[in-house]
Every structure is written in C-alpha cells, then in structure tokens.
C-alpha cells in the first residue's frame, strides 16, 4: 500500500501539469463563449418569486431594490418586522407587484420552514432563495469571556442559510431556481478577530460548492464574495467578546483608510451576476488580488496580517 503513495506522490503532479496545459486552451475558449451567451441572454426575473433573508438592511435591503426594480415578487424575511415594512414599501414603488414582509429568526429551524411554507403558499412558487442574513464578529479569540458565547455566529451565518435552503430545496427544482449565498471575502481571506466569522463563511463556501453539484442541473448556486461593503455590519455592528451584539467605537479606527463599498454598487453588481448565472461573485472585483496572494505568497499574506493585528488600536 505505501508504494502506491509513493508512485502517486512522484507521478501525479507532472501528469497533472501536463494535463493543465492541455485543457487550458479549450477551457478558456469555453469560458469566454459561455460568458458572452450568458451575458447575452441573461434571466429575466419579472414575475419570479424571490426570498431574500435579512432583508431589513444593508445587502439584504438593497438587493430586496434591485430586484423590485426588474419586477419580482418579493418575500422579505428579517428579525425586525418595523424596518422590514420600510423596505418592503419602497421595494413596492420601485416595481415588485406584491412583497411578502415575514418576521423570523433564521437560526431557529422551525421558523425557517414556516418562511418557506408562507412564502410559497402566498406566491405559489419559489425562484430565488437568497441566504443573506448574517452577523458580524469583533473580538480575538482567547479575549471571548466565555467560548460558546461564538455558537450563535454559527447559528445565524451557517445555520441560518443551510435550514432555509434544506426547505427550499423541493420548490426550487420544481422552477429550476437558484440559490444566492452571501460569503464573505473573509471566507477565504485572513481576518484576526474575525476568525469564527471567517470559518462560519468557508463552511458556507464549502457548503454551497458541494450543493451546486448534488443539486444539479436544476437548481444553480452563486456565492457571493463582498469585500467591506456600507452596512450596519460594517459600522462595527458585531458580537463582542461579552457575546452581546454591540457597535464597537474602535472598529472604525482600526478601518481607517480601508475604502468601503456603497451598497447599491455592490447589490446591483450581484443581481447582475446572479441573472447571467455566475458560480462566483466578489465584489468589488479588485479583492480577487487576495485570493492570488494566498495561492502564490501566503507567507506574506501571514506577515502582513500579522502586522496589522499587532498594530492594532487597543480599544475594547
Ligand atoms: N457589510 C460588509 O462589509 C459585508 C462583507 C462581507 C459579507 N457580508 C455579509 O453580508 C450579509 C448582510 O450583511 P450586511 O453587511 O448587510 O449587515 P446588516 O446591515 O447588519 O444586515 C444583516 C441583516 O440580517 C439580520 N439578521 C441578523 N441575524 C438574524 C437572524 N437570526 N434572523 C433573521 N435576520 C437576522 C439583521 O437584523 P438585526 O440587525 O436586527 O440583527 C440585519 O437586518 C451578511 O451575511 C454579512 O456577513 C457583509
Ligand atoms: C458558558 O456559557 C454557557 C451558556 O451560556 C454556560 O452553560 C456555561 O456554563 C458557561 N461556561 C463557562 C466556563 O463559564
């Protein structure tokens, strides 16, 4: 048995080169045709029912506008129902034809199915399920007072995509749908004092890769990718170290100098992706530099993390 290794460790990565180098040709050419057709002909969302959860701000919110403005149903699905309402008439005149405002806990199962069950009962059909509601997370590991306070991350960011998109399953073979993932860049970027938010969005990017496959060719799956977007999330809104969710004042002094996003610029970047059907969408497009840097040069990918964290203002 140990010689079979041996062969595989001496053989397998030449072969693999060789075979690269080969396909990469054809798959380029690929590539760029199924683009242009994709972009060509993208889908046309007027009249589709899309869920979208955590919709009360943020990404949430502004995809919840995008969308209206091409003419979907909406279901909009937040903890707080107040701001929800907000959102749901405003996506109303800029042109959805009916928004469905739900008020539930996405960490919680049971809640999750019935927003499936009410969403479809309503419109009779489910499109597109969007798992958008997150929280953020501030605080080094060893300070957490107490280690299960980082359960409820878990709970909200993974949890509370993967229980809606288990219900969802059946309604969206039913329309050849799609499922709409919000990642995170720090799914696979570093992030110190973001590292159980960091695992909570590459448990989710894992996830998804593998449910494009299971759930082929009927259901397609983008993951989204956004770097620092405009958001109450990004205004320091996070779990502390207390496992309360407080804004931190010092989180936009540590910030400083990082550009953000303005959230339309990115919400409306992803629905775009998502009609022309991308796997992959990060936003903005510039963070793909990251994702090279890991590949080629992690180290410096360590140190300069490493740097910044040290470097860190001592606020909380
Ligand atoms: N903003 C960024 O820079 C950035 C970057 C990468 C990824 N993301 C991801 O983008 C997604 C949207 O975040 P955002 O930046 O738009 O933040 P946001 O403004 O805080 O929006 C998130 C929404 O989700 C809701 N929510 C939280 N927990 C929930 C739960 N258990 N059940 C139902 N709804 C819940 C929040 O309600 P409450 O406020 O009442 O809790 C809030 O309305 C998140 O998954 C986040 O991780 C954001
Ligand atoms: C941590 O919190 C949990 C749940 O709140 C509690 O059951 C547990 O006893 C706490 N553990 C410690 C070591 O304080």
Redesign the pocket.
């Known amino acids: 048995m140990q010689l079979i290794h041996k062969l595989l460790n001496l053989v397998l990565p030449p072969i693999t080169v060789f075979a690269i180098c080969l396909m990469l040709p054809f798959l380029s050419i690929f590539k760029v045709v199924n683009f242009i057709f994709r972009y060509l002909f993208p889908e046309n969302i007027k009249g589709k029912v899309v869920l979208i ?2 919709s ?5 919110e502004h995809l919840a506008y995008d969308y209206a403005r091409k003419g979907a149903y909406l279901a909009l ?4 129902e107040d701001k929800l309402r907000e959102v749901a008439e405003k996506a109303g005149q800029l042109g959805s034809p009916d928004v469905l405002v739900i008020r ?4 919680k199962v049971d809640q999750c199915k019935q927003f499936i069950d009410d969403a479809v009962n309503h419109f009779d059909r489910l499109d597109h399920l969007v798992c ?5 997370i501030n605080c080094a590991f060893e300070d957490a007072t107490n280690v299960t306070n980082f359960v409820q991350v878990m709970d ?2 993974f949890w ?1 995509s993967i229980y809606p998109t288990y219900f969802a399953i059946p309604h969206l073979k039913r329309s050849r749908g799609k499922i709409v993932v ?1 990642a ?3 799914g696979w970027m570093l992030q110190p004092m973001g590292s159980i938010y960091g695992a909570s969005k590459a448990a989710l990017i894992n996830f998804y890769d593998n449910m494009r496959v299971e759930l082929a060719p009927e259901v397609s799956v983008t993951i989204i990718s ?4 405009e ?4 205004k320091g ?1 996070a779990l502390t170290k207390q496992g309360d969710v407080k804004v931190d004042p010092g989180f936009r002094k540590m910030m400083q100098g990082i550009p953000f996003q303005k959230t339309e610029d990115c919400t409306k970047a992803v629905v775009a992706a998502v009609c022309r059907g991308d796997k992959y969408i990060t936003e903005p497009w510039w963070y793909n530099v990251f994702y090279l840097l890991k590949i080629v040069c992690p180290e410096v990918v360590e140190w300069s993390s490493y740097l910044k964290y040290s470097n860190r203002p001592t606020t909380s």
């Open positions: 959860t955590g009360s701000s943020g990404i949430g699905v937040d903890i707080r539930a806990d996405v960490s958008n509601a997150g929280m953020g909200v960011n509370g919000t995170s860049v720090s956004p770097g620092f977007v958001s109450e999330l990004s809104k």
